[in-house]
């Protein structure tokens, strides 16, 4: 046969009331919470374009940094360094992927005597010719 169900004396006493479940529950909003004045600072071990190196406190938390471009390898800090005028470096391979993309008819150097001489043979593969020398 089907079970009874308990008394609700019985299921009263099972079931704690509403009353203590409200008191125990805490609830604390992160807006409570304010954010420090000063954020935590990380000690950083900066190395240059040169090998040299030195720390510092910031709030990155990488532990070290590689620098490409600095004080030591710019031509504005550096002007009298002939090693860096009219040198391109192209540490993330962005002018390389410029250049296979698009060609070299953007640098500055190949606009003189290349550029005659490729408009020449150009019009040499249009017109069938063979340019004799």
Same mark, same amino acid.
């Given at each position: 046969?089907?079970? $009874? ?8 006493? =099972? ?8 008191? =125990? ?43 490409? $471009? !600095?004080?030591? #390898? ?7 360094? !002939?090693?860096?005028? #009219? ?19 953007? !640098?500055?150097?190949?606009?003189? $005597? ?20």
């Amino acid at each position: 046969m089907a079970s $009874k169900l308990p008394s609700t004396a019985l299921r009263r006493a =099972q079931t704690p009331s509403q009353s203590t479940c409200t008191q =125990q529950i805490q609830v604390r909003h992160a807006s409570l919470l304010k954010r420090p004045h000063r954020p935590y600072t990380f000690t950083q071990l900066v190395t240059l374009s040169d090998g040299s190196t030195y720390t510092h406190r910031t709030t990155s938390p990488a532990p070290i940094f590689r620098s490409t $471009k !600095d004080t030591r #390898n710019h031509p504005m800090w550096q002007p009298s360094l !002939d090693s860096l005028r #009219n040198v391109e470096q192209d540490e993330a391979g962005r002018l390389r992927a410029f250049r296979k993309r698009f060609g070299r008819g953007w !640098d500055g150097e190949t606009l003189g $005597k290349g550029r005659e001489e490729a408009e020449e043979s150009l019009m040499d593969l249009i017109s069938g010719q063979t340019r004799e020398s």
